[in-house]
């Protein structure tokens, strides 16, 4: 007998989900635990797994197809069976009904499928063009090559950066113009500015994924029942990131830091000593935690298909600076390339989002429900400072608390960001 495999339920809210690439083709030969698919769902992308040996018979969803839970997805033969007949068991019976619109053809004029390993815009609307040139053949998108052709850019020497390698827009927009008459462009002494694209704006419908759906859903439930209010503190960094401070003393000896492990742990310090912060509004009541498990949202790539993702660190408070780097960085790598699962977004406390890396001084992030707070950090910033009375050139960071006052008031919002002011002043107490 044939081995059906449906779209399984792969979150506890998963109603849907997109297969967004295929990893066998018919005839191969698979192991149980063997990964076959990706599949996107309302909270992330994920791989999917089979959990029988056998050979892929039938690949009964498209790349980029949407299905409900159950709908059939793969049919494996087992060993002495026939991949024609196996695939032939499964002819005749009603295909289940799609959640939503299947990969289109290869009309420009139709809408892109919905994945979260492409870019989910319509640039690259139709067939992927396969380019010979230079003497490679390089995967392009039809969007890509128009305007490598307008440009006169050599895609051999482009790196693509969609799936597997496949050259879109944006790699070509930001892919310096062939020089007149084959010239090497000249050198310059100075690092070149940013590419700044000036190519025509175009009107389009960008279909959502999955996971953005879930995230405008949230988010406009978190806005719209949550009575948010924001305190903001600036915290001196000086010994944290002066020229003899904490991090370049830690990495002098080859311990290397973010100031956002810095900023988790100290989060979590402060919970322990201000709990109310570490709550949940309940119809029940207040529902104080026990642990202290810090999300910290990551944004994806735009060819996972963008949006943040949020995973967990659990029991930040009894772990160290170095544990912390560690777990933080293995995480949001595997939400960038293979997807976290349920659990490891499952349980959070308190979430962090830190823009700082991106430039951003000050933000007011929104509340991750069913949590009571959200803390959004900014950048260091080096500018002048009075202290002690004196204009002195120092460096300063600004944290913003949003919190649920149905849970958090003013004074404790307050108290809990001068506890969270004075650990990162005092980074040696983080380093215990």
Known sequence: MPIEITMPRLSDTMEEGTLVKWKVKVGDKVKAGDVVADVETDKATMELPVYDDGTIALLAAGEGQTLAVGALILVLAQKGESVEDAAKSVQGRPAAAP?????????????????????AVSEDDGEEAAVATSGARVRVSPLAKRIADDKGIDLARVKGTGPDGRIIKRDVLSAPAAPAGGAKPAASAKPAPPAISTAALSSL???????RKT???????????????????????????GERGAKKQLESQGI???????????????????????????????????AVNIGVAVALPAEKGGGLVVPVVRDVNNKSLRTINAEVKHLAEKARTQGLTVEEMSDGTFTISNL????????EAIINPPQAAILAVGASIT??????????????????????????????????????????????????
């Open 99 to 119: 959640a939503a619109k299947a990969a289109p053809s290869a009309s420009p004029k139709a809408a892109p499928a919905t994945t979260a390993a492409a870019t």
């Open 205 to 211: 419908l960008v279909p959502v994924t999955n996971m």
């Open 215 to 241: 995230i405008a859903r949230r988010l406009l439930e978190s806005k719209t029942t949550i009575p948010h209010f924001t305190v903001t503190v600036a915290v001196n960094m000086d010994l944290l990131l």
């Open 256 to 290: 290397k830091l973010s100031v956002n492990d810095f900023v988790v742990r100290a989060a979590a310090l402060a919970l322990l000593n201000h709990p109310g912060c570490n709550a949940s509004w309940t119809d029940a009541g207040i529902q104080m935690h026990g």
């Open 356 to 363: 700082g890396m991106l430039g951003v001084d000050h933000f």
């Open 383 to 432: 500018k002048p400072i009075v202290r002690d009375g004196q204009i002195v050139v120092g460096q300063e960071m600004t944290c913003t608390l949003s919190a649920d006052h149905r849970v958090i008031d003013g004074a404790m919002a307050a108290e809990y960001l001068k506890t969270l002011k004075s650990l990162l002043e005092n980074p040696a107490v983080l380093m215990v």
